[in-house]
Structure formats: structure tokens, C-alpha cells
């Protein structure tokens, strides 16, 4: 078990039982910069679309706290049961609802909600006119697109749907590895950050 009290944002990517199986979590800075672009709160609702590891879904958890609800939807059972893994090490089952199947089915029974964390789908254009449905007025939609194709078709389907105040974000990070001589810096595959407003 950990001790959730002293995580505020940024979990160490290493803190997650991980799998070979499945890939992630999602690294620890796009997980602060998509919580952050989500713009969550004590008490939000939240849906996570291909919670893999379930790292974006613990961060958000822990930001929702036990007033909040996050829904965390995967259609691989080996993420169900590996998010489930971090939902009990992070001790937040009363927070979490891992289920099991196609995203955009499951979200049409969901409560409304203030968040849409889109991370895995391969029916994008379906998952994000399910998430405009399903979010609250002012609700957030946040896309992690790892292809330029995905980040591309993102933004178009974002604008066609309805949402306004489309923001793209970029971003590169790069890892310091101590090595004899110093510190080298390894780059990390770029990452795009698709995030808008419901209004």
C-alpha cells in the first residue's frame, strides 16, 4: 500500500505495477500536463478512455478525492486488471470504477461528467462524440495522441463535434540518465495534448 497523502501530481513512473502486456503508464510529465489541461477539481467526475496502466487514472483520483468519481474504461482485461493492481496499491477503490469494454457504449450509461481523458482508441471519432454527450457544460476533453495522424484527426473531430477553445500542445521531454562522465539527457517520443471545452 502507499501513502497517498503526500502525492499532490507526478507520480513517479516507477510507483505503477507495470506489464510487459500493456503499455504505460503514461509518463509522468504528460500525466501533470494532462491533469492539469483537464482542469479537475474535489468533487469532479471523470471518464479515462483506454486507462491502460491506469497511470492517468490514479492522478486523476487523487485530485477528484472521495467527493469525485473516475471511470476508467479499457477494452483489454489485462489493463482492467493491472488498473484495478494500482487503484488498490494507491488505495482509492472508493474513488475508482474500473470497467471492463467499448468506451463508447459504456459511456452512454455514465453519469455526466467534468472530464474526458482520451488516451487509447482506436475509434476516435466515436470516443470523442461520445465524450461531448457525456460532459457537463464547461466539461473538458483531453486527448493524448502519440501519432501526428491521431493528433491531426483529434483536432478535426474536437471542432466538427462542438467543442470550443481548442488548445494543441506539443511536447518534448528528455530524461537525465547518470552515466560515468555525467548526466545524459534521453529524449522521449513527443507527445501531443489535444484539450478543449464543451460550451
Do not use: H, W
Not at 502486456?21 to 483506454?50: C, H, M, N, W
Not at 521531454?173 to 471545452?197: D, Y
Amino acid at each position: 500500500m502507499v501513502d497517498t497523502q503526500r502525492y499532490r501530481m507526478g507520480i513517479a513512473d516507477s510507483e505503477f505495477i507495470q506489464s510487459d502486456q500493456i503499455p504505460g503508464p503514461t509518463k509522468e510529465e504528460i500525466r501533470v500536463i494532462s491533469i492539469s489541461k483537464a482542469q479537475l477539481f474535489e468533487g469532479a467526475y471523470v471518464i479515462d478512455v483506454g486507462c491502460g496502466t491506469g497511470g492517468l487514472t490514479i492522478e486523476a483520483a487523487l485530485q477528484v478525492k472521495e467527493k469525485g468519481k473516475v471511470f476508467a474504461i479499457d477494452k483489454k482485461e489485462e489493463a482492467v486488471s493491472l488498473t484495478k493492481q494500482n487503484v488498490a496499491k494507491f488505495q482509492l477503490q472508493n474513488t475508482v470504477e474500473v470497467i471492463f469494454g467499448n468506451a463508447v457504449q459504456i459511456m452512454s450509461e455514465l453519469p455526466q461528467v467534468d472530464a474526458v481523458l482520451i488516451g487509447g482508441s482506436r475509434s476516435l471519432r466515436e470516443t470523442i462524440q461520445a465524450a461531448y454527450e457525456r460532459l457537463k457544460l464547461r466539461g473538458k476533453v483531453v486527448v493524448n495522441a502519440i501519432l501526428l495522424e491521431t493528433a491531426v484527426n483529434a483536432v478535426d473531430e474536437i471542432k466538427k463535434v462542438g467543442f470550443k477553445d481548442v488548445d494543441v500542445v506539443q511536447v518534448f521531454v528528455a530524461k537525465g540518465k547518470q552515466v560515468p562522465s555525467g548526466t545524459m539527457m534521453l529524449a522521449r517520443n513527443p507527445i501531443t495534448v489535444i484539450s478543449a471545452t464543451k460550451k
